[in-house]
């Protein structure tokens, strides 16, 4: 997956929902993650359903606070792959920052992804994959964002400042994170500004158009700022939260 950096300014428009060429079978929730000056940010629905029947299986954070400089975000296999981070945290992750920890995750997932695909298999149930995003500061300050995507085997980084990102049931979601990214996007004198609780909760509402039985509210927000980790459950329709304020150049 390619890095797309935001254009401050950009009037891209939303892109129109095809539901008919989703096949819900493969439908998976929609993870986000993206950076800004000083730290990075990761978001995710928080709808679970059984791939089998489709049915609800009620709500789950699928946002994870590693450390103090990291937090990440998991789509695919739900928990049956929850289990990456327990053997994450038994590896000792107090003092390291994304880049290391997405090293180690992209050994664990290999791992855990083989396992679920052959219980999938077994099951004769679609193959969702494994989708990671790891956002945080590195050791050296520098915003970093990286995702792991076990089932195509794409993996890749950006430290770029003003970037944004998105997995979820159709290809097109990455571009639509990028465009509700531009669209909320406010010059000022200090710079572009950015509200993170609403490109989140935006981003969600759009893509549940496609899968409704797989993205749902809330929505959890994780950031790493220069004053700590900032995590917000957010909910329909509600105003914007100016702490989740962040300037994207």
Request: aromatic fraction near 6%; charged fraction near 25%.
């Amino acid at each position: 997956m390619p890095a797309k950096t935001l254009e401050s300014g950009s009037d891209s428009p939303y892109l129109e929902p095809d539901i008919g060429n989703i096949d819900k079978g493969e439908a998976m929730t929609v993870i986000m993650g993206a950076t800004f000056r000083g730290g990075a940010a990761v978001a995710a629905d928080s709808l679970r359903h059984n791939a089998i029947d489709l049915r609800n299986a009620g709500n789950a954070d699928k946002t994870v606070t590693i450390n103090c400089r990291t937090v990440a975000a998991k789509a695919g296999y739900g928990p049956d792959a929850d289990g990456i981070w327990k053997t994450l945290s038994e590896t000792g992750i107090d003092d390291v920052g994304p880049a290391e920890i997405s090293r180690r995750l992209r050994t664990i997932g290999t791992t855990v992804y083989a396992q679920c695909l052959q219980k999938a298999r077994a099951l004769d149930v679609d193959d969702p994959g494994i989708y990671l995003f790891v956002a945080g500061t590195e050791l050296d300050g520098r915003p970093a964002l990286h995702w792991l995507n076990f089932k195509l085997q794409d993996f890749g980084h950006t430290n770029n400042v003003g970037c944004s990102l998105a997995f979820a049931s159709r290809p097109e979601a990455n571009a639509n994170a990028l465009n509700h990214a531009a669209r909320l996007v406010r010059n000022t004198e200090a710079g572009a500004s950015m509200q993170l609780d609403t490109w989140a909760r935006d981003l969600v509402a759009d893509e549940q158009k496609y899968a409704r039985h797989a993205i749902g509210f809330p929505v959890n927000l994780r950031a790493v700022r220069a004053d700590g980790v900032m995590d917000l459950t957010l909910s329909e329709g509600e105003p914007e939260n100016r702490a989740a304020a962040v300037w994207m150049d």
